[in-house]
């Protein structure tokens, strides 16, 4: 890449190797536990991940509901307005991308700086780090090891090259590492989702915001679910979001050779269905016209073939790629989509009939519920739209539901509870717009990263920097916490907190845990970029 990096200065070589390399420059030293000041004086054997509480992958439990039990929560709603922050872990030249994933009194946690981390939960101590190399944006998922003697314990994430890893929990170990798809702008951003030593795992792309290019061959990605044996990586089975292999159409003026069809990438976690040896998941929208009939939709696979059960359309026609909004090229569709995916996954329920439900929260800010004894037909829909939503989507990375409602965090800033039977509005709550920062400029405002629930209080936080308790009865605040500051740390990296715009809380042992300092453009003003993970118990 000589030739087309000459003329360029030392900075604009440095940002175009850390976007190919996909984390920032100086951090495979820096970010090495080894190196930190607060090393746990042991190591002892790990306990079984499923004997004490837990908050496992994305969604807390395979069905991703984000609805932690009373028993594992360890904290009641009476006791959240007495939260108060316990410690704070900063981390090395990265940013808190990966959601914290509690197991076995451990946490485990990924960055854009390439490393997963292993902390003591109750003191922020830290046990191993492991370099992947590519950032890590993924939660974790954990699990034991079928067959292995003595019993192994592992945790399973993907990173931002596609590779997929598996690592010895209590030591940070390779056991093995794969590559699920060959496509270079494919990457893994949902967690990957372990059931019955299979490992699950969702494909994404960043293909839809180079497309703009004219120079660049769009577009040739398509979204898939890939399942692997957890012990040994080894792939089981891969089905495309969209069947038909890309195929050249035409060339635009620049001589670029252009393809479709292309998208309905996966970046949310499967969730899954045992009853009826399905999982489920959500796609995004088209990258070339017209639009597969898949894109946009919640989709059921077999567990064991990974054959399409059924598909839910929730948007026709969504054509979209970044940049086409503000400015067109040759590679544009001619109908430019509202950008409407199902980012979230979708939450598996039993209504009190004894009727089972698929929960699909879309970026449009509709939510849907699914029959799933009739193969997908709809049984209600409700949206949350109050005007036209950001090309952001108005419900990103989703929400939480216990037994009787479902809770979802709006772009728009605030949280809206339905009923799951019969997707009746509870409540709507809009914050405040949060004003200036310390230096005078507006706060970047509204809610995109998913939420957490317990009984009786959902978790949400903003691009503001602010964590939100609301009550689940009336959607009314109960306690509030701002993260952008600066924080003294347990292993004395510099840290502060930032906004919130994708991983949510997550709750376990008495302790609530969140990352600070998603970086992303949420659109009104500007994100506030952070490094700390803080872990909150009851005063």
């Known amino acids: 890449m000589s030739g087309q990096a000459q003329g360029l200065s030392d900075a604009e070589k440095r940002m175009i190797a850390e976007a190919i390399s996909t984390q920032p420059a100086g951090t495979e030293a820096s970010g090495d536990a080894k190196s930190m000041a607060n090393q746990c004086p042991s190591n002892p054997p790990l306990a079984d991940p499923s004997s004490g509480p837990a908050w496992n992958g994305w969604g807390v439990d395979a069905a991703n509901t984000r609805f932690q039990k009373a028993r594992d929560a360890g904290i009641s709603a009476e006791q959240v307005p007495r939260l108060r922050l316990k410690w704070a872990f900063g981390i090395p030249n990265g940013i ?22 292993s902390l003591d939960a109750a003191t922020g101590c830290v046990y191993w780090s492991f370099h992947a190399g590519p950032g890590v944006h993924t939660a974790i998922s954990t699990g034991s090891v079928t067959g292995a003697q003595p019993r192994t314990f592992s945790i399973y994430f993907g990173d931002m090259r596609a590779n997929v890893y598996a690592l010895d929990a209590g030591t940070g170990r390779l056991l093995w590492k794969v590559r699920v798809e060959d496509h270079p702008l494919a990457h893994i951003t949902g967690a990957p989702q372990l059931y019955r030593n299979f490992l699950y795992v969702p494909v994404s792309s960043s293909e839809e915001g180079r497309s703009w290019d ?35 159409t035409r060339k635009n003026s620049a001589g670029t050779q252009l393809w479709a ?28 016209e017209p639009a597969s009939e898949r894109s946009d ?17 929730g948007t026709q026609g969504d054509t979209w790629i970044r940049g086409c909004e503000t400015s067109a090229s040759e590679n544009c569709p001619k109908h430019l989509g509202p950008d409407h995916d199902f980012g979230s996954s979708p939450i598996l329920r039993m209504l009190p009939s004894g009727h089972q439900i698929i929960v ?14 009739h193969r997908g037909t709809l049984l209600w829909k409700t ?11 108005l419900i990103v990375f989703g929400g939480a539901a216990d037994e009787a409602n479902g809770y979802f965090p709006l772009t728009t800033g605030g949280a809206a509870a339905l009923a799951l039977a019969t997707g009746e509005r509870k409540w709507v709550t809009h914050f405040e717009m949060p004003g200036t920062d310390s230096a005078g400029n507006p706060r970047p405002y509204g809610e995109t990263a998913a939420g957490s629930a317990i009984a009786g209080a959902f978790f949400t936080g903003g691009w503001d920097g602010i964590l939100r308790a609301l009550s689940t009865s009336d959607g009314k605040a109960i306690w509030q916490y701002d993260t952008v500051r600066k924080f003294k740390t347990v292993n004395g990296v510099a840290a502060t907190g930032g906004s919130m715009g994708a991983p949510g809380p997550t709750i376990a042992g008495g302790t ?28």
Do not use: M
């Not at 991308?97 to 390439?114: D, E, K, L």
């Not at 899954?272 to 796609?283: C, E, F, M, Q, S």
């Open 96 to 117: 808190a991308y990966s959601q914290p994933t509690i197991a076995s009194g451990r946490v485990f946690f990924g960055s854009n700086n390439g490393y997963v981390y």
């Open 297 to 313: 939709s919640i989709l059921a696979l077999n567990l064991k073939s990974g054959r399409i059960l059924w598909s839910a359309q």
């Open 360 to 373: 699909a929260a879309q970026k449009s800010g509709n939510v849907f519920a699914y029959d799933l004894d």
């Open 214 to 248: 004219v120079h660049y061959s769009c577009c040739t990605f398509r979204g898939s679910v890939v399942a692997l044996d957890a012990t040994s990586g080894r792939q089981l089975w891969r089905t495309y979001t969209i069947s038909e292999l890309p195929k050249p």
């Open 261 to 288: 069809p292309a998208g309905a990438a996966v970046w949310n976690s499967p969730t899954i269905d045992p009853k009826r040896h399905a999982l489920y998941v959500g796609t995004g929208n088209g990258y070339t």
């Open 512 to 539: 609530l845990f969140v990352g600070s300092g998603y970086l992303s453009n949420p659109g009104p003003g500007e994100a506030y970029p952070g490094n700390v993970l803080l872990a909150f118990g009851v005063e």
């Open 383 to 393: 949206s949350l739209a109050e005007g036209s939503p950001s090309v952001e989507g």
